[in-house]
């Protein structure tokens, strides 16, 4: 089993700046491919950004590509999201998710076996 647990979310301005963290647990991660995911009301889960732990491989969505960056260390099992330029259709609950596997363009939340509790990020305008 894998746990994972999110931290980092809070309220910011539109232009701001916050950094999630998910630490994970359980299980050794070096063959696994790390992703965040969003949900605002009344919309689906959306992927954000994945990254294979091993080779460091990243993939962003179009919508946060320049704005995010995804990062890892694997010494503290933890991934990180750095989230910059903030717009207030950022607001979601951001979800940490890992899969086992190397490819990190799989963005269905269906490939992606375990997940964090989510935390709530919210940018006023």
Do not use: H
């Not at 991660?29 to 992927?47: L, N, T």
């Not at 995804?70 to 990180?80: G, P």
């Amino acid at each position: 089993q894998v746990q994972l647990v999110e931290s980092g979310g809070g309220l910011v301005q539109a232009g701001g700046s916050l950094r999630l963290s998910c630490v994970a647990s359980g299980r050794t991660f070096s063959s696994y491919v790390m992703g965040w995911f969003r949900q605002a009301p009344g919309k689906e889960r959306e992927f954000v950004a994945a990254i294979n732990l091993s080779s460091g491989t990243t993939n962003y969505a179009d919508s946060v590509k320049g704005r995010f960056t995804i990062s890892r260390d694997n010494a503290k099992n933890t991934v990180y999201l750095q989230m910059n330029s903030l717009k207030p259709e950022d607001t979601a609950v951001y979800y940490c998710a890992a899969r086992n596997g190397w490819n990190t363009r799989r963005t269905s939340p269906d490939e992606y076996d375990y997940w964090g509790q989510g935390t709530q990020v919210t940018v006023s305008s």
